[in-house]
């Protein structure tokens, strides 16, 4: 749940704040972990959930920076580079989290990532600020720029509407393109998550390939991701510049970040050897990226003043679909007898969602304040 309060809490005090406690937090609980888990298994779980909420404002608080300062027309490639970081810091970390192991212990990366955790910190707070304006080092040609650039005029950017605290979660939620955001997130986390966590046990029954002995499987779909992501961004911005409606170009990147891991998924289902089936799997992870350059920047366009509450109410929604996607394949699988199932249900639940988005989605701005 932490992501609608830490949106809320970045919609109201800025990204700067919000994302320094979050990351100061998170290093924390993974730096203690060693102890914690040499203390009870109560300790562990506490350090285990201080984690999760901590990380809950991320994404939100990258929003909330974003919007305040990249133009519209360069506000994807931003989210794509962002998200890169976010792929490629899981793939460095699987592959150097063993080597760190092997000299230090099984606690070794634990202690060396939250330390780094806490120097990244101090870098954020010395070279970043929430608004342009407020930079010490900003040039005035390029405050200038952005200000220029902006599609909404330099008051709301320098300060996000602060007269209640409490979003309204009512107005927010009576509006269709919300719900469109809401759902697309929904199928993101529901589809990344189930290849993750299932892909390496359906290549073993299926193929008798252990995965998670395949270096490939630890790093290749998060760098696919990581590049895949920064060519929609690049891609997604050249369509506006070229005068593509923002609307068009969102419903552009998210059908293919639905379709084209759905028709990946449908693909794998079909293969017959491991080398076909392994391509397929990139594909649908690679392709899934797109979504960054379609909900992921939306979020900051229907509703500027509340990009960090709706992208924390629909990360919820996601989490929650990761969640039920997970376990539920588990279930699924035991009943069915059969994975292949599964993924074809993925599949046809990629496709209603793309034609909900696109039916729905916009990339105009919404007013959440006015009456109806």
Known sequence: ?????????????????????????????????????????????????????????A???????????????????????????????????????????????????FVIFGLFGFLWVLVWLFATSSTPDRH?????????????????????????????????????????PTWALISANAMHSWGYFVILSWMPIYFNTIYHVNLREAAWFSALPWVMMAVLGYVAGAGSD??????????????????????????????????????????????AVGLNSFSHSGFLVNLQEIAPQYAGVLHGMSNTGGTLAAIIGTVGAGFFVEQMGSFRGFLMLTSLLYFISAIFWDIFATGERINFNGAG
């Open 136 to 176: 010490p080092q900003i040039s005035r040609y390029e405050l200038k720029y952005i200000m220029k650039s902006q599609k909404l005029p330099m008051p709301d950017i320098k300060e996000p509407e602060k007269s209640r605290m409490i979003p309204p979660f009512r107005k927010l939620l009576s509006k269709m």
């Open 1 to 57: 749940m932490s992501p609608i309060i830490g949106g809320a809490l970045v919609d109201y005090y800025g990204g700067k704040i919000v994302m320094a406690c979050g990351v100061t937090l998170w290093s924390m609980a993974t730096f203690l972990t060693p102890w914690a888990a040499e203390t009870s298994l109560r300790a562990l779980l506490a350090m285990r959930v201080l984690l999760g909420v901590a990380e809950g404002v």
């Open 59 to 109: 994404l939100p608080s990258m929003n909330n920076m974003i919007l305040r300062w990249f133009p519209q027309t360069e506000r994807s490639g931003a989210v794509g580079i962002a998200m890169a970081g976010f792929q490629l810091g899981n793939a460095i970390g699987l592959l150097i989290a063993p080597i760190i192991m092997s000299q230090a212990g099984v606690f070794g990366p």
């Open 238 to 283: 050249m369509l506006i510049r070229n005068g593509t409606s923002v609307t068009s170009t969102r419903k552009i990147m998210q059908s293919i970040g639905f379709v084209g891991p759905g028709v990946a998924l449908l693909g794998l289902n079909m293969a017959r050897n491991p080398f076909v089936a392994s391509a397929w799997l990139t594909a």
